[in-house]
């Protein structure tokens, strides 16, 4: 099994900004892709950003130029670094990753407990 475990949530102004940590621990043998999903009371989870083990990234349109997702190979962490906070950006942040362990040589998408990040005046 592998945990992931989110930090660096919290209650933050227009404008301002916010790192978000995930590290994953437990019987991992190789993970893959790692990204930041969000939720909103009501709505489906949506993909924020994505990285691959080469550090390709990827952006959710509406985070594009504000938010910067980057990993730590070396402790299997993932982080995404928030600017520009808007009140929009208001949600749960939940870290996913692709991963296999030494005890099952197969993916598996595990998921994280989640954060919450507010943005108010």
């Known amino acids: 099994q592998v945990q992931l475990v989110e930090s660096g949530g919290g209650l933050v102004q227009p404008g301002g900004s916010l790192r978000l940590s995930c590290s994953a621990s437990?019987?991992?043998?190789?993970?893959?892709?790692m990204r930041w999903y969000r939720q909103t009371p009501g709505n489906e989870r949506e993909l924020v950003a994505q990285?691959?083990?080469?550090?390709?990234?990827n952006y959710a349109d509406s985070v594009k130029g504000r938010f910067t997702i980057s990993r730590a190979a070396a402790n299997y962490a993932v982080y995404l670094q928030m600017n520009s906070l808007k009140p929009e950006d208001t949600a749960v942040y939940y870290c996913n990753a692709d991963a296999m362990t030494t005890t099952n040589y197969r993916v598996v998408t595990y998921w994280g407990e989640g954060t919450q990040v507010t943005v108010s005046a």
């Open positions: 437990g019987s991992i043998f190789r993970i893959g892709f």
């Open positions: 990285i691959s083990v080469s550090n390709t990234t």
